[in-house]
């Protein structure tokens, strides 16, 4: 199985702060890689798919970038609604398989 | 607009079995690759089976592969997950998902519905 680590586990920003998101797979995955984010009582949503690709709808202040093994979500510009926790997951093979989460908090 | 509303969650005791169903609407179903993916309390997500758009392939995880059915019916837009020998460990939230191609034999989850909640407890 493909494992995928995240990093940090947690981290804590203000408002307009740039905030960056690692995520690293155990093995080559090309760009079959996908953000989402998820907010307690609300159905998680796809932030960006193939590493790079904007989910329409997303404010385009969330980017992601990478390609193998090594990817980062960054958050331009952080803002009030985008507390929650982010997870990146490999699409390339099953198991599908999930980074372990980033919990994201508003100092 | 797509929509997913998950059901059948309960509270079951260790051993016991359970139905999940997921009822879509909005898009063409019969096109659509299907996945389930569990959120236990305070821990990460996970994968736990998905079925291609005709059902003719079925993926699972290790952890639930001989226990778990995937399975959809396309007339009736409606994704089931049968679940046998249940675990305290399988305790958690479980999330219908609907998957969008993004090359051949390669799709993300696009959309997800807000889940049912399992609880295997005696």
């Known amino acids: 199985d493909i494992q995928m680590t995240q990093s940090p586990s947690s981290l804590s920003a203000s408002v307009g702060d740039r905030v960056t998101i690692s995520c690293r797979a155990s093995q080559a995955i090309i760009n079959h890689l996908n953000w989402y984010q998820l907010k307690p009582g609300k159905a998680p949503k796809v932030l960006i798919h193939g590493a790079s690709s904007l989910q329409s709808g997303v404010p385009s202040r969330f980017s992601g970038s990478g390609s193998g093994t090594d990817f980062t979500l960054t958050i331009h510009s952080l803002q009030p609604e985008d507390f929650g926790s982010y997870y990146c997951q490999q699409s390339y093979t099953v198991p599908k398989t999930f980074g372990q989460g980033t919990k994201v908090e508003i100092k | 607009e797509v929509q997913l509303l998950e059901s059948g969650g309960n509270l079951v005791q260790p051993g016991e079995s359970l139905r999940l169903s997921c009822e879509a609407s909005?898009?063409?179903?019969?096109?659509?690759?299907m996945s389930w993916v569990r959120q236990a309390p305070g821990k990460g997500l996970e994968w736990v089976a998905g079925?291609?758009?005709?059902?003719?392939?079925?993926w699972y995880a290790d952890s639930v592969k001989g226990r778990f059915t995937i399975s959809r019916d396309n007339s009736q837009n409606t994704l089931y997950l049968q679940m046998n020998s249940l675990r305290a460990e399988e305790t958690a939230l479980y999330y219908c998902?609907?998957?969008?191609?993004?090359?051949?034999?390669?799709?993300?989850?696009?959309?997800w519905g807000q889940g049912t909640l399992v609880t295997v407890s005696s």
């Open positions: 079925i291609s758009d005709s059902a003719d392939r079925t």
């Open positions: 909005g898009f063409t179903f019969s096109n659509s690759p």
């Open positions: 998902v609907k998957g969008e191609k993004e090359s051949p034999g390669h799709y993300y989850f696009g959309y």
